[in-house]
């Protein structure tokens, strides 16, 4: 297999499962002829017809609504909210019933759902294309929640969350859709609620999903030239969370940076921190800092970089714990 | 209030339980009779309901007198592969459906939520308090159906009130694009607990079918046959691909909104005699007997019989106990993370 972009790893999964599985649906705004705004569903009505791959009028709580009612007949659907900042429609079936429904019936209605996010920002989008809504399903027992970061990592997570009987809320890091990876699509190695550590290093460790992650590891690249050793761990899966992971890098280098687009206050950092002082606070050397977007709305796009972590505000947050 | 009379209303028996349509709807004596009984039970553990509320042994309830006819007539018209999806105010369907009424109960004992049946063994999806989300899934599941080539229809319950939710017209405008067998079946009691029906809307409800492009009917709710018959029809027009129907069940609750509500403070008493006079099994049980269909030998033992079946309900209900603590973590998740596992340590301890 060649270089595949994110996009292009997406839409081999979402085909994989549909001709693996013909239980499984693929359904949302302009996912049929068109193959989505992303072209993430490109091919897919034509390879798997109109019956398992179709378009949905613009109605987010009814895209959400006739996945519990699909699931329950017995099908798997798949479905794409069009952009982040549109997904709020629906979230009064997520958190009503989409993420409760196997609780309320102990057990015997499963809701084997796959609901795709385009999310996060750094793409110069218009108002309500570039929001972060993790922490929104993160709260809400019942979800799991996947934001993946590299092609390949995002073919096997989208595969493992189809194929999972819980609910899974699939967070695309946008910004990353057209970058390139080279190597084997497949479904082995670390699967939902597996932290990766994708560098290591002495000094600090760097926690952080989605989009943050390149940015993380240009920071520790800068970092090492002055001879500071950052580890990157991409987290993900946001729930389940993997404690353990968090806390060996935390037991290793003492110092941790903690790096979202998402909001400061109640963002995934604040959980991450909350884990860490209750799992490795004898270990600590510094105090946990995080690097995230400010608690304001999401800004336009001459805007974003100032909003969005970048890699001189990570490297200044690692300087300061190194020298804490 | 002109719109309201805008629309006729299919009504086969009047108030009084004459014939002003055609009554012979294929049903058989037995079928009949078998209305007759449902209706006489829902009412009464209806009654039962409101009285275990008062003695504690329910939390709040919401009655439903008044309503068997828009219930019982419709569930009746389903059949054993279709699904049904109520609201929160159904017991009366679901006594049609066969539900288990003690499991059921256990919602409004507060020994569990909204699915505490099993909803494939009768056709009966779990409660949906939030009104009008349950359209949207009946819609899914009817896709789903015909997805599969079933000659199947589901049904969603709901009422005015429910109506003016955005997942009413998300249900419906996609229950007219997919092409869904589902019926989209309104109760229309007059009341979102204390709003009344001129203060929530001013169409008919029923007029609205016409607007997402398929047929709606308005029919007397409290005339069973009437509401079996239109049932039948919407659900064989679905089964057979003909696509979705609105029907809008002209009813009124009796009761309260809920135990926990006081209506007194928002309606006459006059209103609720005027519908008292258009009582649904009263209506039925005077054509029954006029017919010599039933008679009063017939509804005795029938009460009897109900009598005691309400005993073995109260009585089992009443050795419900809470289920284990153990029930707060088992079910939310097939597989659950390890953060809430170690919750369930903390919470339950090791062992």
């Known amino acids: ?324 | 209030m002109s719109s309201e009379n805008a629309i006729p209303m299919v009504r086969l028996l009047a108030p009084d339980g004459s014939a002003v349509g055609d009554t012979e709807i294929g049903l058989s004596d037995d079928q009949l009779r078998e209305l007759l009984r449902l209706m006489i039970r829902a009412r009464r553990l209806d009654r039962e309901c409101w009285a275990l509320q008062r003695q504690g042994e329910l939390t709040v309830y919401p009655p439903f007198e008044g309503q068997e006819a828009a219930q019982v007539g419709s569930a009746f018209a389903l059949g054993p592969q279709d699904f049904a999806f109520p609201s929160f105010r159904e017991l009366a369907a679901a006594v049609v459906r066969g539900v288990d009424v003690v499991e059921y109960l256990q919602y409004h004992r507060g020994t569990w939520h909204g699915g505490p049946y099993d909803p494939y063994a009768s056709g009966f999806a779990p409660i949906c308090v939030p009104v009008a989300t349950q359209i949207v899934h009946a819609v899914g599941w009817a896709m789903g159906a015909r997805l599969d080539g079933m000659p199947a229809c589901a049904l969603a319950y709901f009422g005015d009130g429910s109506a003016s939710e955005g997942d009413f017209h998300e249900a419906a405008n996609m229950a007219a694009v997919f092409e869904a067998p589902v019926i989209l079946f309104c109760q229309n009691n007059g009341w979102a607990i204390s709003v009344p029906a001129r203060e929530q809307y001013v169409a008919p409800i029923a007029a609205r079918a016409a607007g997402y492009g398929f047929p709606g009917v308005r029919v007397d709710g409290n005339d069973v046959l009437a509401v079996l018959s239109v049932t039948r029809e919407a659900a064989d027009r679905a089964r057979s691909g003909g696509g979705p129907t609105l029907i809008e069940a002209m009813t009124y609750r009796i009761g309260a909104h809920s135990t926990a509500d006081d209506a007194t403070r928002y309606r006459d008493d006059a209103d609720v005699d005027a519908w008292r006079a258009r009582d649904p099994i009263l209506r039925y049980r005077a054509w029954l007997l006029g017919r010599g269909t039933v008679d009063e030998a017939w509804i005795g033992a029938t009460e009897a019989e109900t009598e005691a079946w309400v005993a073995d309900v109260r009585a089992d209900l009443a050795s419900l106990d809470a289920p284990p603590a153990s029930d707060v973590f088992d079910h939310a998740f097939a597989q659950a993370p390890g953060t809430l596992e170690h919750q369930r340590e903390e919470f339950l301890g090791g062992g």
């Not at chain 1, 795709?116 to 294309?129: C, D, L």
């Not at chain 1, 597996?194 to 992650?213: D, F, H």
Request: aromatic share 6%; glycine share 10%.
């Open chain 1, 1 to 324: 297999m060649g270089e595949l972009t994110m996009v292009a790893a997406l839409n081999a999964a979402l085909h994989d499962a549909l001709k693996e599985d013909p239980r499984t649906l693929v359904f949302g705004e302009d996912v049929g002829a068109l193959g989505g705004v992303f072209r993430v569903t490109e091919g897919l009505q034509e390879a798997f017809g109109r019956e398992r791959v179709f378009n949905t009028p613009i109605a987010e709580a009814g895209i959400a609504g006739i996945s519990v009612g699909l699931a329950m007949a017995g099908w798997r659907p798949v479905a794409e909210m069009q952009f982040d900042g549109f997904s709020y429609p629906a979230l009064d079936q997520v958190i009503g019933h989409v993420a409760k429904y196997r609780e309320r019936t102990r057990g015997r209605v499963a809701m084997p759902i796959t609901i795709r996010i385009p999310s996060f920002g750094g793409i110069k989008g218009k108002e309500h294309h570039g929001e972060s809504p993790e922490t929104y399903y993160v709260h809400t027992a019942g979800l799991k929640v996947l934001a993946p970061s590299t092609p390949l990592d995002a073919y096997r997570l989208l595969r493992l969350a189809i194929a999972d009987e819980d609910p899974v809320i699939f967070l695309e890091p946008k910004s990353r859709y057209w970058t390139k990876e080279e190597g084997e699509l497949t479904t082995e190695g670390p699967g939902i609620g597996v932290a990766r550590i994708l560098r290591e290093g002495p000094s600090c460790v760097l926690v952080t999903y989605g989009a943050m992650v390149q940015r993380c590891l240009e920071a520790a690249a800068v970092l090492e030239d002055e001879g500071i050793g950052c580890a990157v761990l991409d987290l993900r899966s946001l729930v389940p969370l993997d404690v353990e992971t968090i806390a060996g890098a935390v037991r290793t280098t003492g110092r941790v940076i903690v790096v979202h687009e998402a909001p400061l206050t109640l963002g995934m950092g604040a959980e991450v921190v909350a884990r860490i002082v209750e799992e490795a606070f004898d270990h600590l050397e510094a105090p946990v800092l995080r690097v995230t977007g400010p608690d304001v709305p999401y800004p336009p796009a001459s805007l974003e970089q100032v909003y969005l972590p970048s890699v001189q505000r990570i490297a200044a947050a690692v300087r300061k714990v190194v020298a804490y």
